[in-house]
């Protein structure tokens, strides 16, 4: 969400978007200038706690996406993730942000997988509308979510 700007946040309002769900730990989110009518609702997706998660995320290397709610497939999703390797380079440069986001091609590719693998493996079985359901998201707002999406 930091890299929303202010044409793209009156889009989202406009689109009548009211609330974002941010799926980031506290310290991964960061304060951004938004609409005041525009509310967030943090509810982390990697509980930091949680170490048997932190050890599946640090031995295959990433984490799942709200895509699969609207019913694109694991490999889509993953070919997408694809895609932006290299591209974010440009953007921080913009923000004049440093990337600081290590490259994990190299280190999958040493465990004997590749991001597209890691990533199907994760989003097939990732429930997405379960854990939103468990972190109290009603089911019409996730059937409103997966419109939006669509």
Not at 14 to 19: E, P, S
Not at 25 to 34: F, K, S, V, W
Request: glycine share 8%.
């Amino acid at each position: 969400m930091r890299f929303v700007t202010a044409a793209g946040w009156q889009a989202a309002r406009d689109a009548g978007i009211r609330v974002v769900i941010d799926l980031r730990n506290p310290d991964e989110a960061t304060a951004t200038a938004r609409p005041a009518d525009v509310q967030t609702m943090l509810i982390p997706l990697d509980d930091i706690e949680d170490l048997d998660l932190w050890r599946r995320l640090n031995s295959e290397g990433l984490n799942g996406t709200l895509l699969s709610l609207a019913g694109v497939t694991p490999e889509a999703i993953a070919a997408d993730y694809e895609l932006t390797f290299g591209q974010l380079a440009p953007v921080y440069a913009a923000l004049g942000l440093e990337q600081d986001e290590p490259d994990v091609r190299e280190y999958l590719k040493s465990q004997g997988t590749t991001v597209s693998e890691t990533i199907a493996t994760l989003i097939r079985g990732l429930d997405v509308a379960g854990y939103l359901a468990a972190a109290g998201v009603s089911g019409a707002n996730i059937d409103a979510l997966r419109r939006r999406l669509l």
